[in-house]
């Protein structure tokens, strides 16, 4: 019902930043929990952030937490991840979701709409 185009990935260098985005389509995102994941070449999917419906709380992986920072615009129907200090580690495929059934989570088996996702690379 909802549709994610995520944009924004690129390369960059260590210590350098990059600001990600969703941009949500055929329903408004207000209703829905928001989460980004990344997954790496032969890893598993794993939570990168969250933010509830509204904004107000968010939620971080120990690995991203004090670099990246998730936020929300339900009027122009977009989440962003600005991602800060990158490191070579954080070089992963990086996935918008959305939830409906939840105010906030960080399992992505919760996550119904998964956007096709962007690369990010950050060289050493």
């Known amino acids: 019902q909802v549709q994610l185009v995520e944009s924004g990935g690129g390369l960059v260098q260590a210590g350098g930043s990059l600001r990600l985005s969703c941009a949500a389509s055929?329903?408004?995102?207000?209703?829905?929990?928001m989460g980004w994941f990344r997954q790496a070449p032969g890893k598993g999917r794993e939570f990168v952030a969250a933010?509830?419906?509204?904004?107000?709380?968010?939620y971080y992986a120990d690995s991203v937490k004090g670099r990246f920072t998730i936020s929300r615009d339900n009027v122009q129907n977009t989440v962003y991840l600005q991602m800060n200090s990158l490191k070579p580690d954080d070089t992963a495929v990086y996935y918008c979701?959305?939830?409906?059934?939840?105010?906030?989570?960080?399992?992505?088996?919760?996550?119904?709409?998964w956007g096709q996702g962007t690369q990010v690379t950050v060289s050493s």
């Open positions: 979701a959305a939830d409906n059934r939840r105010d906030l989570t960080t399992n992505r088996w919760s996550y119904d709409y």
């Open positions: 055929g329903r408004t995102i207000s209703s829905y929990a």
């Open positions: 933010i509830s419906r509204g904004g107000d709380t968010t």
